[in-house]
């Protein structure tokens, strides 16, 4: 009877799991080439309208783009052969604050916070391949450029860490990291045009 009570309880704890990661968290925006959904072994290729839901890994192929908006309007767009995780997503419709960490393993982004921010600053975060970038009322790129990985804060704050230093990026100030996660970020500064045009043709729609 005791063994029986233990399955019926591991059987409700998956159910909620799933039930968790069956729950829409957002939708794609718009739609560049091919994008897919992974979860728990299988794809489903998206498209635009399409529902998101927690625990999948977002990846876009050659030449693609993909934007997505969560249920609290924060916005992500990848550039082509990305991939995404959304680590955490902790949000109450109708409110404002929370949490929401994301991880780029691959490619390019342009993040725009939503309401998870909060007017007093929620506990956001995006990891890289290099680096975690702490975020505050913002609007950041990150991505590989010119042979290492750029950060560059169009609104608000972000605190770029890696394991060897850290550096405070505002509005208009850019870094690169030219090397592995124990490289230090180079210092603050604005970047070239030239350089800045190509981050963001990174994550541009043909139409734009």
Same mark, same amino acid.
């Given at each position: 009877m005791k063994k $029986?009570?233990? $399955?019926?309880l591991a059987g409700l704890s998956l159910s909620l799991a799933a039930g968790a990661r069956a729950?829409?968290?957002?939708?794609?925006?718009?739609? !560049?080439?091919?994008?897919f959904a992974d979860l728990d072994g299988t794809s489903r290729a998206l498209a635009p309208a399409a529902a998101l839901h927690f625990d999948e890994v977002? &990846?876009?192929?050659?030449?693609? &783009?993909?934007?997505?908006?969560?249920?609290?309007?924060?916005r992500i767009t990848l550039g082509e052969s990305a991939m995404l995780h959304i680590d955490d997503f902790v949000f109450t419709p109708g409110t404002?604050?929370?949490? $929401?960490? $994301? &991880? +780029?393993?691959e490619g390019a982004f342009l %993040?725009?916070? =939503? !309401? +998870?921010?909060?007017?007093?600053? =929620?506990?956001?975060?995006?990891?890289?391949?290099?680096?975690?970038?702490?975020? &505050?009322?913002?609007?950041?790129?990150?991505g590989p450029l010119d042979g290492g990985y750029g950060v560059i804060v169009l609104e608000g704050e972000v605190s770029v860490t890696t394991e060897a230093g850290s550096v405070l990026l505002t509005p208009g100030l850019g870094t690169m990291i030219m090397g592995s996660?124990?490289? +230090?970020?180079e210092s603050p500064a604005p970047w070239a045009d030239d350089r800045l045009g190509r981050? +963001?043709?990174?994550?541009? %729609?043909?139409?734009?």
């Open positions: $029986l009570a233990i $399955l019926a729950e829409a968290i957002g939708s794609v925006e718009r739609l !560049q080439n091919e994008a977002l &990846r876009t192929g050659p030449a693609a &783009r993909l934007e997505a908006v969560l249920i609290d309007d924060t404002t604050g929370g949490s $929401l960490a $994301l &991880r +780029v393993a %993040f725009v916070g =939503g !309401q +998870v921010e909060g007017p007093g600053g =929620g506990d956001v975060s995006i990891t890289t391949p290099v680096a975690t970038l702490g975020i &505050r009322g913002t609007t950041v790129w990150g996660a124990e490289t +230090v970020p981050a +963001v043709a990174s994550v541009s %729609f043909d139409a734009d």
